[in-house]
């Protein structure tokens, strides 16, 4: 992100943030150990990642709602938190929508929405009429006009999550915080509250930073998604590059399912051109996204949605595999499969559900450019330390 950008109502920058908590056994957990994000205006963007990663203290650091121990935290451009400076969440131009919808139950839609503008200070507290106004816009956005006057607690787990939406957004915030604000809903309303949230950031032009551990959320709500373990970002990009191009086997397993075949190049490639890799299920061609050198031992991933089922090895360039069915389960819309190759076991989706049964010998082709090269360098070191190795360590800010 250029200067420009970064300086532009609404874009969020991390520069080496970290977060380290002390728990009760003294050891020293790094919550977040450096991340640096550049965040544009008005992207829907998402920090994925497994229990205790460190998403929602990220999340935390740009409320102000934690202190950072190192780094900086800009909104437009203006500093927030960094050396000597730390601006307390009510001064920073945000809206923060939780899991737990924290509406209060003895008011109403409208007064529920309004309390944010209402707790402001004299001096920047909009008139009775200006909130009324402002009030009606909110709720017409989250379309809960018709149950203003309705109690909070009278209205659906949807609805009410609504309300804590609407009561994010009435102080027009640059930037809208939620931290895993679906998860209390169903799943058909989760599948729902997806496309209307993130419609509903779009329209209103707001840069939405969301924190997410379900990966189909991630996938489809997103404009880029960061990959987080043990408070480090492994990988940040759209999701289709997260999903095809994973930059390691972390990444590859936590977003959707992977077969991975561990391997070494044997037929070496530059970027773009096809390299032959040896694995336990035989030689697999795979196009490389960089250069993959002789020798080089690396993990090729495989999406089971990627494997075909073929009547046989068609010579046609793409890779073939035979094997054994060993389980087969109906899901709707597709199969899932399982497949003993060599002593491998494969998965695969398929869509011909009736015609595979347990036994089986099928054969599955995938094409070079469906696998991902991924390095053998595996996930960030766990992060982790006593309180006395941290007080002979160098702090990261
Ligand atoms: N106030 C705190 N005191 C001590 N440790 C904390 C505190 N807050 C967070 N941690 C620890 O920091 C790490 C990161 O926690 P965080 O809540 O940011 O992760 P998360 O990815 O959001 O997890 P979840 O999805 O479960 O909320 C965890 O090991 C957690 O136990």
């Not at 923060?96 to 929405?113: C, G, K, R």
């Not at 993130?198 to 997103?222: C, F, P, W």
């Amino acid at each position: 992100m250029n200067d420009l950008t970064s300086a532009a109502p609404g874009a969020i920058t991390l520069t080496g943030l970290s977060r380290r908590f002390v728990v009760d056994s003294g050891e020293v957990v790094d919550a977040v150990a450096g991340v640096d994000l550049d965040i544009r205006p008005g992207e829907f963007f998402t920090l994925l990642g497994p229990s205790g990663s460190g998403k929602t203290t990220i999340l935390r650091c740009v409320a102000g709602l934690e202190r950072p121990d190192g780094g900086e935290v800009r909104i437009g451009g203006r500093l927030l938190a960094g050396p000597g400076t730390f601006v307390p969440p009510q001064d920073r131009a945000i809206g923060m929508v939780f899991q737990s919808y924290a509406i209060w139950p003895h008011l109403s839609v409208f007064d529920n929405v309004a309390f944010p503008l209402r707790e402001l200070p004299r001096k920047r507290r909009p008139s009775a009429t200006e909130i009324e106004r402002r009030v009606a816009e909110a709720l017409d956005v989250v379309g809960l006009s018709v149950q203003s006057q309705r109690s909070a607690t009278r209205l659906s787990g949807g609805q009410q999550q609504r309300v804590a939406i609407a009561r994010a957004i009435v102080g027009r915030p640059e930037v809208l915080l939620l931290d895993e604000p679906l998860s209390n809903l169903d799943a058909v309303l989760r599948a729902g509250m997806r496309l209307e949230l993130r419609r509903l950031t779009k329209e209103l032009g707001i840069t939405a930073l969301y924190v997410t551990h379900d990966q189909t959320e991630a996938l489809e709500m997103s404009d880029r998604i960061a990959v987080v373990d043990h408070g480090r970002v492994l990988q940040c990009g759209p999701p289709v590059e997260i999903y095809r191009a994973p930059a390691n086997v972390f990444v590859a397993e936590f977003v959707g399912t992977a077969n991975r075949l561990d391997g070494e190049v044997v037929e070496p490639a530059a970027a773009g051109a096809v390299a032959v890799v040896r694995t336990a299920i035989g030689p697999v061609r795979v196009v490389a996204r960089q250069e993959l050198g002789a020798g080089e031992r690396i993990h090729v991933v495989v999406r089971p949605e990627s494997l075909h089922p073929v009547s046989g090895d068609g010579g046609d360039g793409a890779n073939h595999v035979e094997g054994a069915v060993t389980a087969v389960s109906f899901a709707g819309a597709h199969t899932h499969v399982r497949v003993d190759c060599a002593g491998v076991e494969l998965r695969a989706e398929v869509h011909r559900h009736d015609d595979l049964s347990v036994g089986d010998r099928v054969w599955f082709r995938f094409g070079p450019e469906m696998c991902a090269a991924v390095p053998d360098t595996g996930a960030a070191a766990v992060g982790t330390r006593t309180a006395s190795e941290l007080s002979s360590t160098p702090t990261g800010g």
